[in-house]
Every structure is written in structure tokens, then in C-alpha cells.
């Protein structure tokens, strides 16, 4: 998983995903991360083209087998998504992290994590914003062999749109998503009335600045009722850390806490959980917000204090953030239009 790495100038650090085992290992006694293995073909197949497939296995091999024009219609060749000797096997890896965390749910679990997965923006065969294969829609479809309704929620600054798209005409798959608004952020969509079959896409998209008290009141109001109201039996969650007030790549205000408190909302469903990462791009951020969901969902009980056997240097002292960005409430008026859309 940490060789899946498009380089030292690209936001998407694998050493992210490093810090936050170790910090879970300082907090909790006896964790230990499962290697799901290499990751299938198969899997990738559940929402990916075999052509593309093919495609990012033949570049991953030798990228140049194509000049970057060639390489546009499928994603690549893009400062987002430079092609990286490996990526092949690098991207089903982090499936694989993915499809055994949903199995586990499949066959019974009531939570697992897949903290490598999340990577919401990649099309049915089309790399897009980092992502090269959509393990969480994987992990839908596999959750679906079991469950007959599943709910995919997504608290990533971005919008969902990966997910969205891939099951846009599937009612049985709910897709939810509370963002920055496609009119001033990537992916450019998530707006309210992208509503999918039977209303299965709700969109929450939030204008720049908007802090962690309005971003968790739209949460509330406007997922929270249409999740109840779909009745799902079991969820796929993606804990995005980059609408944190801190993240280079966009312009929320939500602090560490409010952010977690989104997360709490969706465990008091009371549903079988997959529960998958995705962006983040802060490090004195992203670590400590993933193991405080982890342990969270998992019933944990921890201090604030970050231990201090974790690193002074990676910038993190405490899970909760000292201080919230002020103003308040700012953004709440356009939230309140955008709930009030939603059930119109
Ligand atoms: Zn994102």
C-alpha cells in the first residue's frame, strides 16, 4: 500500500497512512494491522472495464507505451494522476484492503476498516483526483451481495463523485455526500439536484469557509433523515480528513472533534460498518483523525493527549483541535438553502 505513490511533490502521502498505524499502536494495546494481500483482478471488475483494467496494468509495466495524449482519456498523464512504475499492483492493494474489510462485514463482522481505501473519484474507466480503482463502490457491491439496501456516505471535502456515478441508476445503493461546492472545488459536481434513481444521491454541497458547526447541523439535517428514510442495513463510510480547517486543498473550517462527531452520527445507526479513509492532506492531521474514528467505531476509550512515544515532529499533541476557527456558524444561511432543497 505505501508504494502506491505518485511521487514527492503529490499531496497523497503514503507515509500518511504509516503514521496512523503507528499512532494506533501507541494507543492501542494489542493493534495490529491485517495485510489483505495483493488484491484481485476480480475485484476491480466489480465496477472497473476490463479495458481499463488492462490499460493501467499495461502502463504501471512501461508508461512509455503511450505519449500523454494517449494517456488522457483514461486519467492519466495528469499532475493528479502521473502514471508510477507499479501503480498496478499498488491500486489493487489497496482494493484488496478494501474487499477484505468488506467481507468481513459481508460474512457477518459488524466493522472493519479498510483506512488505505476511500478513493471515491476514480470512473468506471477513468483515473480521476489520485484515484485509480473505486474500492469504496467496490466495497458497495460487495456489501449488496448480502445486503439488499446499502448507504454510502462520504465526509471527504470532495464530492463522492466516483461512487455516485457508478451506482447513479442502482435505488438499492444510496450514495450520500457533504462537500465544497462543485462551482469552486474539483470534482466541479455534487450539486443538489443530482438526485439518482429513486432519489438514491444526495448532495450536500457547502460554499468555502464554512465551519465545522454549520458543516455538522447539514450533516445532521440533510443526511442524516434521507439515511433513516432509505433504511439501509449496512454502510460504507469514507472518513476524508481534508475538510479540516488545516488542509492545504480546500477552504472548510471544520475542526478534528466536529469532524469526528459526523462520524459518531453514522455509528448511532447502529449498522454494520465498513469504514474506509480517503483524502487528507495535512499530516499533523490525518493520522490523529483516523485512529480517533478508528477507535471510536470500535469503542475505544482514549485520551486526548496524543502518547508521547508518537514523534514530537509529526505535529500532533492532541486528538481534539485546541482551538476553532472563528467565526462561528459562517455559511449556515446557504447550508439551510441547501437542506431545504433537498426535500423539495
Ligand atoms: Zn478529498
Known sequence: MTAYDFGPQHPLKPVRLERTVELL?????????????TGSVKDALRVHSLEYVETVRTLSDDASVMCREEMWP????????????????????????????AEEVRDGATLAFGIAGGLHHAQRSRASGFCVFNDPAIACAVLRERFDRVAYIDIDLHHGDGVQALFFDDPTVMTCSIHETGKRLYPGTGFVEERGAGDSAVNLPLEPFTTGDVWLWTFENGIMPRLRAFQPQAIVLQMG??????????????????????????????????????????????????ASAVMTLSGVEYDDAIPLSVPREWGMTTFADQDLPLPRNYGRRDAELVVASLTL
Open 25 to 37: 499502536g501507541a494507543c492501542v494495546g494489542g493493534f495490529e494491522a491485517i495485510d489483505p494481500g
Open 241 to 290: 480528513t481534508d475538510p479540516h480547517f488545516l488542509d492545504p486543498l480546500g477552504h472548510f473550517q471544520v475542526a478534528a472533534q466536529e469532524w469526528l462527531e459526523a462520524v459518531k452520527l453514522v455509528q448511532s445507526l447502529g449498522l454494520p460498518i465498513v469504514a474506509l479513509g480517503g483524502g487528507g492532506y495535512e499530516l499533523s492531521c490525518v493520522p490523529r483523525m483516523w
Open 74 to 101: 483514461w486519467g492519466f498523464g495528469t499532475s493528479d494522476n502521473p502514471v508510477f512504475e507499479g501503480m498496478f499492483e499498488a491500486s489493487l492493494s489497496y482494493v484488496s484492503g478494501t474487499v477484505r474489510a
